[in-house]
């Protein structure tokens, strides 16, 4: 069936490091493929889409590809910050207009 | 310009009891959709509103069910509440009206949620 997998964290960064979440997708036919990031005590927020193969996805310095040969969507960010630290879930919309999320990456970046 | 306001933001329960929450979505927005988050997962689909009917949805028992008003907000409904549903409740809210390769339909915007805590 369709799912999302995510690599389990925490993921505990100084900050200035290089971030990468791995995400694949177990879907039919062509999805579209989301980051969402939940912070603390607030509810979840787009960070970036991709709609179609080969496309790239980019906010707030985070970025991900759609790679539809490997079914993947990583999450790359070449310098996190402090205000980085939050839950990070990968997610995709197949047919009709329900999300399909991961189980979500939690990310502490210290100082 | 308001978000997606849900109420309560907090509620605790006991088994067996029956609950309802609550769902404004954002301002121009006419779809709604109802998640549930449990500790430490992703959100799950509950089901979908659009035109006051429900559109679309994921694989919850009957127990689950919603309501859509005229002015888009919405209702979920909860009935014989389970310790497992314990859990915190999302509402995002859509445009339909806003073409899909223009980010409609695709673009939503979530709720803070409602934590649901059955004793």
């Known amino acids: 069936g369709n799912s999302v997998t995510q690599m389990e964290g925490p993921v505990t960064l100084s900050e200035e490091a290089f971030l990468t979440i791995n995400c694949t997708y177990t879907?039919?036919?062509?999805?579209?493929l989301f980051w969402y990031v939940q912070y603390p005590g607030e509810g979840l927020q787009l960070l970036l889409k991709?709609?179609?193969?080969?496309d790239k996805g980019s906010n707030k310095g985070f970025e991900a590809t759609y790679r539809k040969e490997t079914t993947s969507f990583h999450l790359e960010k070449g310098s996190v910050q402090v205000s980085d630290s939050a839950v990070y879930f990968c997610?995709?919309?197949?047919?009709?207009?329900?999300?399909?999320f991961g189980g979500g990456t939690r990310v502490l970046v210290k100082p | 310009d308001a978000g997606v306001t849900q109420s309560p933001t907090h509620l605790i329960k006991t088994r067996g009891q029956q609950v309802t929450l609550r769902c404004s979505p954002k301002?121009?927005?006419?779809?709604v959709s109802w998640y549930q988050q449990a500790l430490g997962q992703g959100p799950q689909f509950i089901f979908q509103?659009?035109?006051?009917?429900?559109?679309q949805r994921g694989n919850f028992p009957d127990r689950f069910s919603g309501h859509q008003f005229p002015n888009y907000s919405s209702e979920l409904n909860v009935n014989a509440l389970l310790l497992g549903d314990s859990a915190l409740y999302l509402c995002?809210?859509?445009?339909?009206?806003?073409?899909?390769?223009?980010?409609?339909?695709?673009?939503?915007?979530f709720g803070s949620g409602t934590q649901l805590s059955v004793l």
């Open positions: 879907a039919t036919g062509y999805p579209s």
């Open positions: 995002a809210s859509s445009n339909t009206k806003i073409p899909l390769r223009q980010g409609g339909n695709e673009k939503l915007f």
């Open positions: 301002s121009g927005h006419d779809t």
């Open positions: 997610a995709f919309k197949a047919a009709g207009n329900k999300l399909t």
């Open positions: 991709a709609t179609k193969a080969d």
């Open positions: 509103y659009y035109e006051e009917e429900e559109r």
